[in-house]
């Protein structure tokens, strides 16, 4: 769940936006200038209005798109990239709509080659600026001093996300509520009667207002906190941690309604968008595929005597069952559709434990990308007993069958892969599962991609 910011006059980092833009706009000159500089042939007669306009083709930008991307805390490294394209996009589209409106000259290679090397820097200059960004705030700089309104399974879901990354820079001061319960873990900093006090006396920038069974009266004393202390206030609705597709701010007349936008996966043009790059990548794979499987075939063989893949049944897209490959990594035996491989299996080679703990072992799915049952990326196939089981215990189980099931996704890469001997661990696959099919971008695709080559490189404790 990100949280979704708007600007406002907050106090804290009031200049990093302002910086943020300026470093865009010296991006954009020192790139506008390298391409004049290397183009081949005369430089334009018109070439200071060129660059005037260069900058006033940034402003729409600005306003529009990288004005709300640099100011969110909470936001995904792949929306920062997407943002930057788009920022790129809309740049170029203003430029060359300005030069042609005053009837100056640009030549098209001159025009190509500058935005063309600008959808390099313009994307690696955003996310390099955020990752110093974040590093800063890990360290205590550039702080919003959050307390939350509410004592609930919403607000320590709320408590979970903010918490999940320190460089988003939240601090949470603690809690306001008239009833705390025994077990509760946080810091309870007294009643919604203490908040007034309490914020006056403290450096407070955000208050996030979750769903309680308090009156609209508490609601309405609490805006009006944040609005005599100059504090951003955020109301949290009740919403299930199994609904985390992104809902968009809407009103009839003057009432705020929020409406699910559809699921970016049920457009077709973003599964022939993912279906091309699955064939891309798994063709490009397999032409070297040889190089990998005669040894990892030969040690197989060497280890154990049968088969050299191993063939399983899992549930894939809409339910249907297909056969998952896998490089064999135990001894043949009647319990491989039933058990899950634990640390220390007794069934699994020397061979298998070295393919496992590499995640070598999943290289022959690539074949199941290729034919159609897998793709790259998705919620990762589970083995027809569990599918059984599962959505009989967990709600919504079964959405994570509305898109192709992957080699990796995003809750293997968050750490939940492997085994799940206790329930709570599956409806954490679940639920980041479901939010991957809620969220999918094709830039999301491929930073998991990276973080799963990451982790396969620094090793990772569950995979076994």
């Given at each position: 769940?990100?949280?979704?910011?708007?600007?406002?006059?907050?106090r804290?980092?009031?200049?990093?936006?302002?910086?943020?833009?300026?470093?865009?706009?010296?991006?954009?000159?020192?790139?506008?200038?390298?391409?004049?500089?290397?183009v081949?042939?005369?430089?334009?007669?018109?070439?200071?209005?060129?660059?005037?306009?260069?900058?006033?083709?940034?402003?729409?930008?600005?306003?529009?798109?990288?004005?709300?991307?640099?100011?969110?805390?909470?936001?995904?490294?792949?929306?920062?990239?997407?943002?930057?394209?788009?920022?790129?996009?809309?740049?170029a589209?203003?430029?060359?709509?300005?030069?042609?409106?005053?009837?100056l000259?640009?030549?098209?290679?001159?025009?190509?080659?500058?935005?063309?090397?600008?959808?390099?820097?313009?994307?690696?200059?955003?996310?390099?600026?955020r990752?110093?960004?974040?590093?800063?705030?890990?360290?205590?700089f550039?702080?919003?001093?959050?307390?939350?309104?509410?004592?609930?399974?919403?607000?320590?879901?709320?408590?979970?996300?903010?918490?999940?990354?320190?460089?988003?820079?939240?601090?949470?001061?603690?809690?306001?509520?008239?009833?705390?319960?025994?077990?509760?873990?946080?810091?309870?900093?007294?009643?919604?009667?203490?908040?007034d006090?309490?914020?006056k006396?403290?450096?407070?920038?955000?208050?996030?207002y979750?769903?309680?069974?308090?009156?609209?009266?508490?609601?309405?004393?609490?805006?009006?906190?944040?609005?005599?202390?100059?504090?951003?206030?955020?109301?949290?609705?009740?919403?299930?941690?199994?609904?985390?597709?992104?809902?968009?701010?809407n009103?009839?007349?003057?009432?705020?309604?929020?409406?699910?936008?559809p699921?970016?996966l049920?457009?077709?043009?973003?599964?022939?968008?993912?279906?091309?790059?699955?064939?891309?990548?798994?063709?490009?794979?397999?032409?070297?595929?040889?190089?990998?499987?005669?040894?990892?075939?030969?040690?197989?063989?060497?280890?154990?005597?049968?088969?050299?893949?191993?063939?399983?049944?899992?549930?894939g897209?809409?339910?249907?069952?297909?056969?998952?490959?896998?490089?064999?990594?135990?001894?043949?035996?009647?319990s491989?559709?039933?058990?899950?491989?634990?640390?220390?299996?007794?069934?699994?080679?020397?061979?298998?434990?070295?393919?496992?703990?590499?995640?070598?072992?999943?290289?022959?799915?690539?074949?199941?990308?290729?034919?159609?049952?897998?793709?790259?990326?998705?919620?990762?196939?589970?083995?027809?007993?569990?599918?059984?089981?599962?959505?009989?215990?967990?709600?919504?189980?079964?959405?994570?069958?509305?898109?192709?099931?992957?080699?990796?996704?995003?809750?293997?890469?968050?750490?939940?892969r492997?085994?799940?001997?206790?329930?709570?661990?599956?409806?954490?696959?679940?639920?980041?599962?479901?939010?991957?099919i809620?969220n999918?971008?094709?830039?999301?695709?491929?930073?998991?991609?990276?973080?799963?080559?990451?982790?396969?490189?620094?090793?990772?404790?569950?995979?076994?």
């Open positions: 769940m990100a949280i979704q910011e708007v600007p406002s006059k907050s804290y980092g009031k200049y990093t936006q302002s910086i943020l833009n300026f470093i865009d706009l010296l991006v954009i000159n020192i790139f506008f200038g390298l391409t004049l500089c290397t081949p042939g005369p430089t334009p007669c018109n070439t200071r209005e060129m660059w005037l306009l260069l900058n006033l083709a940034y402003l729409p930008c600005c306003l529009w798109i990288s004005r709300n991307t640099h100011y969110r805390r909470a936001i995904l490294m792949d929306h920062v990239i997407r943002q930057s394209v788009a920022t790129v996009c809309m740049h589209l203003f430029f060359l709509a300005l030069i042609s409106f005053l009837r000259e640009i030549r098209p290679r001159t025009a190509l080659t500058f935005y063309a090397s600008l959808l390099v820097a313009l994307p690696l200059t955003w996310a390099t600026t990752f110093i960004i974040k590093l800063l705030r890990r360290r205590g550039n702080t919003s001093s959050v307390v939350i309104v509410g004592i609930n399974p919403t607000s320590e879901r709320l408590l979970q996300e903010i918490e999940s990354d320190p460089g988003f820079g939240y601090k949470v001061k603690g809690f306001f509520d008239d009833i705390c319960p025994d077990d509760f873990k946080g810091r309870h900093l007294g009643t919604i009667n203490d908040l006090n309490y914020v006396e403290n450096t407070i920038h955000q208050i996030f979750t769903y309680t069974a308090n009156t609209n009266d508490d609601l309405s004393k609490a805006v009006k906190i944040a609005d005599d202390n100059i504090c951003d206030f955020y109301y949290v609705p009740r919403i299930t941690r199994f609904v985390n597709r992104p809902f968009t701010l009103t009839i007349g003057s009432v705020p309604v929020l409406s699910a936008r699921n970016p049920a457009k077709q043009i973003n599964r022939l968008l993912k279906r091309s790059f699955d064939l891309a990548v798994s063709s490009a794979f397999l032409l070297f595929y040889p190089l990998i499987y005669i040894p990892v075939a030969i040690a197989i063989k060497i280890s154990s005597p049968g088969p050299v893949y191993f063939k399983q049944e899992r549930t897209y809409r339910g249907n069952s297909f056969y998952c490959y896998k490089f064999r990594t135990m001894k043949v035996n009647a491989a559709d039933n058990c899950q491989a634990t640390r220390h299996d007794p069934r699994k080679t020397r061979v298998g434990d070295f393919l496992r703990k590499t995640s070598l072992d999943e290289l022959p799915q690539f074949i199941n990308v290729w034919k159609g049952d897998m793709s790259i990326v998705g919620p990762r196939p589970h083995m027809l007993k569990h599918t059984k089981e599962y959505s009989e215990l967990i709600d919504r189980y079964m959405v994570r069958h509305m898109v192709k099931p992957g080699i990796t996704g995003w809750a293997q890469v968050n750490g939940y492997g085994l799940t001997d206790e329930l709570w661990k599956m409806e954490r696959r679940v639920e980041f599962d479901t939010w991957y809620e999918w971008t094709f830039f999301l695709d491929l930073k998991i991609m990276v973080r799963t080559v990451i982790n396969a490189i620094k090793g990772e404790s569950n995979a076994f």
